[in-house]
């Protein structure tokens, strides 16, 4: 079992920067793809970024924006975010796969391991 914490969720000026953790517990998630979904009320869960490997990859609404990294060592990974939008406000979740698994990075049902979330405001 992995069990996940979001960090560093808070009250953001649009335009500005802030930086979400996940710490991972339980076991490594060097052999994991790792997410970051977000949910704001009123709509369902959707794709942010995701790390599989070495590689990255951003839903168009982040792109350019957003910074998903790992860090093996420590077991966590992250989630820089810049230039801020209001229309970013939402609970963050973390999300890591199985290991070595093979399919999608896309959807919610690719992640067997989730966190408790961690909410994003975002003033304007």
């Known amino acids: 079992q992995m069990e996940l914490v979001e960090s560093g969720g808070g009250l953001v000026q649009a335009g500005g920067s802030l930086r979400l953790s996940c710490a991972a517990s339980?076991?490594?998630?060097?052999?994991?793809?790792l997410g970051w979904f977000r949910q704001a009320p009123g709509k369902e869960r959707e794709f942010v970024a995701s790390?599989?490997?070495?590689?990255?990859y951003y839903s168009d609404s982040v792109k350019g924006r957003f910074t998903i990294s790992r860090d093996n060592a420590k077991n966590m990974v992250f989630l820089q975010m810049g230039s801020v939008k209001p229309e970013d406000a939402a609970l963050y979740y973390c999300a890591a796969s199985t290991p070595f698994y093979s399919g999608s990075y896309y959807y919610t049902n690719d992640y067997t391991y989730w966190g408790q979330g961690t909410q994003v405001t975002v003033s304007s």
């Open positions: 790390i599989v490997g070495g590689s990255t």
């Open positions: 339980g076991r490594t998630i060097s052999w994991s793809n």
